[in-house]
């Protein structure tokens, strides 16, 4: 009995030198960071994903030369990762991002400006203020293409996270979830694009049908 006690013992002194009590604090920690964009320093270094050359050339040409913008490309079907958020040229994160329930399923085919047509909205637009919600948090959006998406405001439009876009949804029914005309990202990510992007960041969205330009 004595022998197996000292062992025990030995092993939790093993343990403890390669796994440090404080890990688990850590691990919650981050896990607060990355869901909640309050918790995220105003000087934290924003990583960088890839280049921009797997994106396509017409939303390339969006590109600011300095600052950020995020792109949208909702010819993609939902099963790919579609949304970029860049800063000074460089992609900062690619993700997956639902549609409007009614724009389409797999593929978003229609788009509207409509308030209760549960479909998403395509063109130019501008984020607005960060907020807590019924969804958690949320971003709201300000849309600038008159007859295209000006009613985004007014209809709800917002970025806010949903587990229905994680891999495991996908995984599970061979799409994303869709939305009521909402950007929804992951939490994670959506935690990462409010606090990269709330107040004034151009918002760029293209589907299949044509927008001014």
Same mark, same amino acid.
């Given at each position: ?28 920690? #981050? ?105 958690? #948090? ?65 918002? #760029? ?9």
């Amino acid at each position: 009995m004595r022998n197996k006690l000292l062992l025990l013992l030995a092993l939790v002194f093993c343990l403890s030198a390669v796994m440090p009590w404080e890990s688990g604090y850590a691990t919650w920690k #981050w896990m607060l960071v990355e869901m909640r964009p309050e918790f995220i320093s105003n000087d934290l270094e924003i990583p960088t994903v890839s280049g921009i050359e797997a994106i396509p050339e017409d939303l390339k040409d969006k590109i600011p030369t300095t600052g950020k913008i995020i792109l949208v490309d909702f010819r993609r079907p939902s099963y790919k990762k579609r949304l970029w958020v860049i800063q000074n040229q460089q992609v900062k994160l690619f993700c997956r991002v639902a549609h409007g329930k009614n724009s389409g399923e797999v593929f978003a085919t229609q788009f509207s400006n409509d308030q209760g047509s549960f479909k998403s909205s395509i063109g130019y637009f501008l984020t607005g203020e960060a907020y807590l919600g019924e969804k958690g #948090w949320a971003m709201k959006l300000h849309g600038q293409d008159r007859g295209i998406n000006d009613l985004a405001y007014e209809r709800g439009i917002v970025f806010h996270g949903g587990e229905y876009v994680s891999k495991a949804f996908l995984l599970r029914n061979g799409r994303i979830g869709r939305s009521h005309g909402c950007f929804v990202t992951e939490p994670q990510n959506n935690a990462k694009i409010i606090r990269w992007c709330q107040n004034g960041t151009r918002v #760029w969205v293209v589907g299949h049908q044509p927008v001014r330009i």
